[in-house]
């Protein structure tokens, strides 16, 4: 476990304690499983299914393997799903949030990027590259530009409830010049 996911892990469990335990969570991009494993150990969710598109060495929790293209799950069949850093791995990200939006019966938990300039763009390409080359995760670059993503949640019939911007993910130099491309958010239902 390194420190960026333990402070990303800090800004999760902070959007999501005033509504936990949830009854079931899907992991939405589960990588390695690390974060389904912490969603269960730390009793935020009852049941915790993990899916990906590819299966990673090293895992911890075993995701149910999908094309990507549609979640084999019904619509509204966790009380929250939840997606850490990998919208913008996806081919189409508008389809593949609406896709989990559509499996999300209350809660919409998400730790992505936002950028406004070319520049921001260019740091969070190279981040992207060192931190998950290494895994064989294909990087698309597909950031969200400014908040256009808000937009597309709210088509979905969500609510944002609370929003973590610039979210502090790293420290020192690192964190003064990237910080304010990170952020949380936790979204709800309108008609939960």
Request: charged share 25%.
């Amino acid at each position: 476990m390194n420190v960026y996911r333990r402070r990303v892990w800090e800004l999760v469990r902070q959007l999501l304690q005033p509504y936990a335990p949830v009854s079931r969570a899907l992991d939405f991009g589960s990588g390695d499983g690390w974060f389904a494993q912490s969603f269960s150990k730390e009793g935020l969710a009852g049941e915790v299914t993990s899916v990906d598109v590819q299966r990673r060495a090293n895992t911890v929790v075993e995701p149910q393997l999908y094309d990507g293209q549609r979640l084999p799950y019904d619509d509204r069949s966790f009380e929250l799903v939840y997606s850490i850093d990998v919208l913008h791995h996806c081919p189409d990200p508008r389809a593949s949030l609406r896709d989990a939006l559509r499996c999300s019966g209350r809660f919409f938990l998400f730790k992505d990027h936002t950028y406004r300039h070319w520049w921001d763009w260019l740091v969070l390409c190279g981040l992207d590259e060192i931190g998950n080359r290494r895994f064989g995760v294909a990087n698309r670059y597909r950031y969200q530009h400014r908040w256009e993503w808000t937009a597309w949640i709210e088509k979905e019939g969500f609510v944002l409830d609370r929003l973590i911007h610039p979210a502090y993910c790293h420290r020192g130099l690192l964190g003064r010049t990237t910080n304010h491309l990170q952020f949380a958010a936790l979204w709800k239902r309108a008609n939960a």
